[in-house]
């Protein structure tokens, strides 16, 4: 696309979000400045990308694949706000480090870190990638998205540590328990001693728009100490969920050892 076309996609879309019923062609080519004769055509590219849709009675309005991109970037924008305070109290009261991790295309990197009291000896970097068939958050998000498992899937025989899940079908079940559990642990398979797990914060339709990740030194970690550990981080994905406005929960979230998370 023309520099100058990819510039009226964005005022097409800018003119068609302050009018609730939509616009027509003309109005919409002198909102933008355009020919009437370019702006059909820029339309029908619109119309084919689900960015507009179109009345019966050809009226356009804001499409489906627009509002979805919009939202998706508000959430970005907002779960980094909205879900500080209660990170940074979850690794206040925890003493472990506690990450956010989004995606970024087809990568998951952290993108805030609060640190807890008690030392952990790896330190991954802001914006570094996880690896999706190693780490807790990364494969939290391969379990919720077809192209990421397929993804970690190919980088099975990826061996990081002893513990890295290298056979195909047993990463498969893993993803599968993950996905059913809404929980993802790490036993020492993304770095030697270090234990991670990951919960999802969902976004309206039972999506992941982030995950809570906590990062523990896996000596002295004892069983009760790692359901500790996972009954607050999924304490605090709810609250953040709370704070959104999200309502989704599709069922309560199971603790490692398959007991209701909420008791």
Do not use: C
Request: net charge negative; charged share 25%; glycine share 6%.
């Amino acid at each position: 696309m023309k520099p100058d076309r990819f510039l009226r996609t964005f005022d097409v879309l800018d003119a068609l979000a302050d009018a609730a019923e939509g616009m027509r062609l003309t109005e919409l080519s002198q909102a933008v400045n355009a020919p009437v004769s370019s702006m059909h055509n820029l339309l029908q590219t619109m119309l084919a990308a689900e960015l507009i849709t179109a009345t019966e009675d050809l009226r356009y309005m804001v499409g489906p694949r627009a509002i979805t991109v919009s939202i998706k970037v508000m959430n970005s924008l907002e779960i980094r706000t909205v879900g500080r305070r209660h990170l940074e109290l979850l690794a206040k009261t925890l003493g472990n480090d506690v990450y956010l991790a989004v995606r970024v295309g087809n990568r998951i990197v952290y993108v805030e870190r609060f640190r807890g009291s008690q030392p952990v000896s790896v330190n991954i970097r802001i914006g570094d990638s996880l690896a999706l068939h190693a780490t807790a958050a990364g494969k939290l998000y391969a379990a919720y998205d077809d192209d990421l498992r397929e993804r970690a899937m190919g980088r099975v025989q990826m061996q990081l540590t002893p513990s890295t899940i290298t056979d195909p079908a047993e990463l498969s079940a893993e993803l599968d328990r993950i996905r059913q559990q809404e929980l993802s642990l790490s036993r020492e398979e993304g770095a030697p001693g270090i234990f991670g797990l990951a919960v999802p914060v969902h976004d309206a339709e039972g999506g992941i728009m982030a995950a809570i990740h906590v990062s523990a030194l896996s000596a002295g970690l004892d069983a009760d100490r790692e359901a500790e550990l996972i009954k607050s981080t999924q304490q605090s994905a709810m609250n953040i969920e709370s704070d959104l406005g999200v309502r989704y929960r599709a069922g309560a979230p199971l603790t490692a050892t398959g007991h209701d998370a909420r008791n």
